[in-house]
């Protein structure tokens, strides 16, 4: 079992900056993939950024250039760097877990991107 608290969310400008972090608990956490993904109302939760247990990235076309996921091992905690935000970036966003048949979700952290 892994729980995951995300946090760092909140209400930003446009071209702002916030950075989501997420803790994990109770497993081994360098195994995992982890991910961001978001879901905005009436849209489908879609994935934002995720990193593997080796460091490899990938993003959606949609961040690529001003979000950044990485990951503290000994802290058993992934981020999220979000710059030059955009009212379209507004979304629950949501840390994920994933290994072999393990699939772990948070509960979830509001971004708000508006003047």
């Known amino acids: 079992q892994v729980q995951l608290v995300e946090s760092g969310g909140g209400l930003v400008q446009p071209g702002g900056s916030l950075r989501l972090s997420c803790a994990a608990s109770?497993?081994?956490?360098?195994?995992?993939?982890m991910g961001w993904y978001r879901q905005a109302p009436g849209k489908q939760r879609e994935l934002v950024a995720a990193?593997?247990?080796?460091?490899?990235?990938n993003y959606a076309e949609s961040v690529k250039g001003r979000f950044t996921i990485s990951r503290d091992n000994a802290k058993n905690t992934v981020y999220l760097q979000m710059n030059s935000l955009k009212p379209e970036d507004t979304a629950v966003y949501y840390c994920?877990?994933?290994?072999?048949?393990?699939?772990?979700w948070g509960q979830g952290t509001q971004v708000t991107v508006s003047s």
């Open positions: 994920n877990a994933k290994h072999t048949m393990n699939d772990y």
């Open positions: 109770g497993s081994i956490f360098s195994i995992y993939t």
């Open positions: 990193i593997s247990s080796g460091g490899s990235t």
